[in-house]
């Protein structure tokens, strides 16, 4: 490869074989996130792969996504949108067969008053404060909402990837106490709420991260692998420095690659010094800070002059490298960005 584009290389059988897995792992419907552009790996491709993988409701962020991926399903499967019916969404709600998840009384009133007989779900807020009714919302709207028969009621978890937070019972205790004896289907589970066990379960799961290859959903399938193709090697001499700032010297006579790939590629900058890419599973340390679109590795210890060098692969994983650089692999997934070249593997699976 001659080209000085890094090379994403995004596995859909893993994607799938995630996905059998989370949904093997309830006994609840098992639908599909799909928002952010598929995690930042393609939101179609994302989409028509879980699909074919047996996910019949979608949930995306926005409309907008929504109709992206609407185009990619075709009409049958459910989309469901977390930020509810927003002022200028009704067209699209409407004709592209959206369900919003209504979030407040002013977004309940906007689409009865717009799409009355139209589907939607409710979002209920049990303790994260970020979206959906409050408790004493839905005791004053339930008698107007429920026999207008939602197609979901859910609410979402805070702490679910700390599995003896307190929060979780908590929260769990408050979305019984707001929806048990109520007919509509309920869904309070993403990927850490999976892994709570079978009383967070509910009629639906709502799983993203964890179908692309990241935590908690730690027997995961490894989905992403990132090659940088080396741009050029240099020598240098003891005491002289690589990149801006100067912040990595040379402690002895060293050779230095310079791939290419940085921050503008979602290659955060705070991996710099100390962060490692991988030669044929060979350890090669990041020398100074990260570059918008370079990083300089030293390649010292390699036998031969690497062509490309990865940064995510089996050797290093999304979370793995979202340690390095003091985040979270759903940060490293949706940062990663639209330069590199995608390429989808699909096996026989
Ligand atoms: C993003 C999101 C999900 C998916 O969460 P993961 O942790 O990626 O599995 C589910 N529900 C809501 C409301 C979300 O915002």
Same mark, same amino acid.
């Given at each position: 490869?001659? %080209?000085?584009?890094?090379?994403?290389?995004?596995?859909?059988?893993?994607?799938?074989?995630?996905? !059998?897995?989370?949904?093997?792992?309830?006994?609840?419907?098992?639908?599909?996130?799909?928002?952010?552009?598929?995690?930042?790996?393609?939101?179609?491709?994302?989409? #028509?792969?879980?699909?074919?993988?047996?996910?019949?409701?979608?949930?995306?962020?926005?409309?907008?996504?929504?109709?992206?991926?609407? #185009?990619?399903?075709? =009409?049958?499967?459910?989309?469901?949108?977390?930020?509810?019916? %927003?002022?200028?969404? #009704?067209?699209?709600?409407?004709?592209?067969?959206?369900?919003?998840?209504?979030?407040?009384?002013?977004?309940?009133?906007?689409?009865?008053?717009?799409?009355?007989?139209?589907?939607?779900?409710?979002?209920?807020?049990?303790?994260?404060?970020?979206?959906?009714?409050?408790?004493?919302?839905?005791?004053?709207?339930?008698?107007?909402?429920? =026999?207008?028969?939602?197609?979901?009621?859910?609410?979402?978890?805070?702490?679910?990837?700390?599995?003896?937070?307190?929060?979780?019972?908590?929260?769990?205790?408050?979305? !019984?106490?707001?929806?048990?004896?109520?007919?509509? =289907?309920?869904?309070?589970?993403? #990927?850490?709420?999976?892994?709570?066990?079978?009383?967070?379960?509910?009629?639906?799961?709502?799983?993203?991260?964890?179908?692309?290859?990241?935590?908690?959903?730690?027997?995961?399938?490894?989905?992403?692998?990132?090659?940088? =193709?080396?741009?050029?090697? !240099?020598?240098?001499?003891?005491?002289?420095?690589?990149?801006?700032?100067?912040?990595?010297?040379?402690?002895?006579?060293?050779?230095?690659?310079?791939?290419?790939?940085?921050?503008?590629?979602?290659?955060?900058?705070?991996? $710099?010094? $100390? $962060?490692?890419?991988?030669?044929?599973?060979?350890?090669?340390?990041?020398?100074? !800070?990260?570059? %918008?679109?370079?990083?300089?590795?030293?390649?010292?210890?390699?036998?031969?002059?690497?062509?490309?060098?990865?940064?995510?692969?089996?050797?290093?994983?999304?979370?793995?490298?979202?340690?390095?650089?003091?985040?979270?692999?759903?940060?490293?997934?949706?940062?990663?960005?639209?330069?590199?070249?995608?390429?989808?593997?699909?096996?026989?699976?």
């Amino acid at each position: 490869m001659a %080209m000085a584009t890094g090379t994403l290389t995004i596995d859909l059988n893993a994607v799938a074989a995630n996905w !059998r897995s989370l949904d093997s792992a309830t006994s609840a419907q098992t639908a599909a996130v799909v928002k952010a552009d598929g995690y930042g790996l393609g939101a179609a491709e994302m989409a #028509t792969t879980l699909a074919r993988a047996g996910a019949q409701s979608f949930f995306v962020a926005t409309a907008e996504e929504g109709a992206l991926v609407r #185009t990619a399903l075709g =009409p049958i499967p459910d989309i469901f949108v977390f930020s509810g019916h %927003m002022a200028g969404d #009704t067209a699209a709600i409407r004709d592209l067969k959206l369900t919003p998840l209504l979030n407040s009384i002013e977004q309940m009133t906007r689409h009865f008053e717009a799409l009355q007989g139209y589907r939607f779900g409710i979002q209920l807020d049990t303790g994260m404060n970020r979206l959906g009714l409050e408790p004493a919302e839905w005791d004053a709207a339930r008698s107007i909402i429920l =026999p207008q028969n939602p197609a979901l009621v859910m609410s979402h978890l805070a702490c679910a990837d700390e599995p003896d937070h307190e929060m979780n019972a908590a929260q769990l205790k408050t979305f !019984r106490a707001m929806t048990d004896g109520i007919d509509a =289907p309920r869904s309070l589970a993403a #990927t850490g709420g999976i892994l709570l066990g079978p009383a967070y379960h509910f009629d639906l799961t709502r799983p993203g991260v964890g179908l692309y290859g990241g935590l908690p959903f730690d027997a995961a399938q490894p989905v992403v692998s990132l090659s940088l =193709p080396v741009i050029q090697i !240099r020598t240098l001499h003891p005491g002289e420095t690589v990149g801006y700032g100067g912040s990595w010297t040379a402690p002895h006579a060293a050779r230095i690659a310079t791939v290419s790939g940085g921050y503008a590629d979602g290659l955060l900058r705070a991996i $710099g010094n $100390g $962060g490692l890419l991988f030669h044929q599973g060979r350890p090669c340390a990041i020398a100074g !800070r990260v570059s %918008m679109d370079l990083i300089g590795v030293d390649v010292t210890h390699l036998p031969s002059a690497p062509e490309v060098l990865d940064i995510l692969g089996p050797d290093q994983t999304i979370d793995d490298l979202a340690e390095a650089g003091g985040t979270i692999g759903y940060e490293i997934l949706t940062s990663l960005g639209a330069r590199y070249k995608r390429d989808y593997l699909e096996g026989a699976a």
